[in-house]
């Protein structure tokens, strides 16, 4: 069968993909109470009620502003490009020995864990490789 439809109808299809793609790095954050960096310093800090204390690498009271800050931080976390939807190699961007390795947590759940690689090539250190690892993509994050 053939069928007429007006162009406005297909015109939105012929938009490039990367136009629907969702550009938060990190959604759903919402309900985190423990923040831990993995790779090369150890940190975490974890709340108790509605007070955050940092655990490591020594044990005292953290400002509540400035959690609140880094957790709204992640959130705003934006895809600059994407790289690439499926990572066979992750060493090639820096994933082999991440810069830093974020574990934000919800209970005893991993919400997400959010790794930082090496720079994107050609950008002036302006954009890192980034991925998170519940997915096979890879992104570049300012």
């Given at each position: 069968n053939i069928v007429l439809v007006p162009s406005e109808v297909v015109l939105p299809?012929?938009?490039?993909?990367?136009?629907?793609?969702?550009?938060?790095?990190?959604?759903?954050?919402?309900?985190?109470?423990?923040?831990?960096?993995?790779?090369?310093?150890?940190?975490?800090?974890?709340?108790?009620?509605?007070?955050w204390v940092v655990e490591?690498?020594?044990?005292?009271?953290?400002?509540?502003?400035?959690?609140?800050?880094?957790?709204?931080?992640f959130a705003a976390l934006e895809v600059a490009e994407f790289v690439n939807d499926v990572v066979t190699d992750p060493a090639r961007y820096g994933f082999d020995s991440p810069v830093r390795d974020f574990?934000?947590?919800?209970?005893?759940?991993?919400?997400?864990?959010?790794?930082?690689?090496?720079?994107?090539?050609?950008?002036?250190g302006v954009l890192v490789h980034a991925r998170w690892t519940d997915e096979p993509a890879v992104h570049a994050v300012p």
């Open positions: 299809l012929q938009r490039p993909v990367n136009d629907y793609r969702d550009r938060r790095l990190l959604p759903g954050l919402d309900g985190v109470d423990r923040i831990e960096l993995a790779a090369t310093n150890r940190f975490a800090a974890v709340r108790r009620g509605t007070n490591a690498p020594a044990r005292f009271p953290a400002h509540d502003g400035v959690m609140g800050y880094l957790l709204e931080q574990v934000l947590s919800r209970g005893t759940n991993v919400a997400a864990r959010l790794q930082i690689g090496g720079p994107v090539p050609g950008s002036n």
